[in-house]
DNA sequence: ACGTTCCTGTAGATCGTTCTACGAATGGGA
DNA sequence: TCCCATTCGTAGAACGATCTACAGGAACGT
């Protein structure tokens, strides 16, 4: 854009005038559309330049499409949630859809809402505490595809990391390490019924079920907080004011796990006193001040396959997609470097 | 939105019909006009709720305005800009306007013009590099609010830190410590002469001048990288490798920071042999498990402000505000914790 | 010379809102 | 009874693109 018209902004209808020619001609150029001679071509272009024109979206999306893909995330900062974006945009690149973002305050569906009212062509979603059914309802209107919802509903794709067998993962390496004062921090929201199909809920009841296989029912502690690094810290910090003393915890994320070690620190204690570990495996936890143990999600490649499922769907696709990626524990020195172990060894992975 | 219409998407005229009246009844309900009696308002209330009815965005934008404000940040993942956004969801919370952020890839511009096509009333952006010509371009047709630009256009309010107060801060500090061989990393762009008037310029050039000024213009060592912690780790990496051997480093951000740290905890040395300090005090830098010296901005306060500034720019006002905000530093320990000194004392702050 | 075909370019309807200008009631005062 | 205000509601023209249907002309074959 150079420094472009004075006054209001150029229309199609301006650049017809300025290159002699119709509106309609204007507008095949700007599609290459058939019919288009090279001298026309040439001067419509040259009007274009000149004038600075830029075609208006909202114009546009009157008839058709806007060729905007929306994408909608809980919570800005949190680096899972970053590589999702930059994979969606790495997978968007090539094409000529554009992506564009809706911050959430408190409600994901009036996020949601945010981008159907933009008419964007396609949304992709991390809401897992949106109602099933509201969120079929708005993917008949618009293609959605969702991350990290455990339910399959024939109306939007999904694709999800197996929470079940990345919970089952951190326990075992837990248990197996001798822990059995395991506590765990969970996400607290405000609906009820989420825990069999929220990733946290997933995680939570994963965890109760393996303290319980383990005979170790009596030890459940789950803490309640939120997945945010100050969130957490407050509410661990209460609890273990509040008396408890596990030798290791579950945080449910890693944002959370950060909190985790914050509290902890605090108290004059550090992981060889209690381990824990996180999930998600962002790029932080393999930092050496952190060196946290962490189930690896992709989420640059959850973004990318989302963003490409997305198109298909656009693309006139009607059968439910749902696509479930294995996790890979990562262990690190958070969780049991054994007194005399070196600090520094490779990395261990499990999947 | 309850489970909506079957086909395609109500419109005013389906809302019209149902509530037997006229298309521009419907309007003035929906705009709260006057002349509009309460047995209508009710009839029509009822319609749009039946219908689940919502107003496209784009055919309002047709019309004026799109109640919708556009904010550009150069990358997700930092802290620094999460705030921001934050505080300028914040900031326009009790009003009628929507957010939405347009992701960046590579190029700025590419992400100002896609906002500006989706006619946003007004533009937060972060944009240090965009030449200011083309900028004043943009702002003559849309208002813009900018972010960490030092330059002082009329035709764009401008809010930003005072960058070169900040790095005197951190330098006064580093120098007082006894440190001579400090090295600076600094954030490359593509663009030349953008030393004077970006953040990472004037703090480069800030570098340059303490250096100078103490006498130790041949200590001055520049490595050259990027504001994100891998890029970071990779350039401080290969420096290290190269024979650099500072006794301190001034990351220009946080993020740098942690890769400074990373490169530097890699090659079995920790903040006891070369001290780190960054820039922007984001919230992990203040983590036990990091303590890292930096310079502290309040990206969510920069972030309401900047909201509360375009509000007035759509609302009428022509003339320019550029406001500078004085950091503060706080000294942790990555920066000379003397042998024997506790760990846990408390955090210094000086402005 | 005439008809056919192909290639370019245009007219004009259309999308879903907003909003001005106007018409139709109603009620009150004379 | 008539006139004038006031109140409530409607008709219809924008806004800026897209895209179908069509018109005009050139080229070609007969």
Redesign the pocket.
Known sequence: MPVGTPG??????DV?AAA?????????V??G?????D???ERVKGAIEELD????V???A???STFTVGVMIPHFGNQFFADVVDGAMAELRETSYQLILAPVDADHRRALEALYDRQVDGIVAISPLVAPDWLAALARKVPVVELGRHDRSDRYDTIVGDDAAGTALVMDHLLARGHRRVAHLTHIDGVRQSLGSTPHGIRRSGYEQAMTAAGLAGEIAVVEGRFEEEAAWRAMGVALDGGLAPTAVFAGNDDAALGVLRAIAERGLSTTDISVAGYDDARLASHPAIRLTSVNQDGREMGRRSAALLIERIGGRAEPVHEVLAPRLVVRDSTGRSAGEPADRPERTET
Chains 1, 2 share one sequence.
Do not use: E, F
Request: aromatic fraction near 6%.
């Open positions: 209001g902004r150029a229309t199609i209808d017809a002699g020619v119709s509106r309609a001609a204007v507008s095949k700007l599609r559309a058939y019919g288009v001679s001298a026309m071509q024109y830029r075609p208006r909202s114009a546009r009157m008839r058709g």
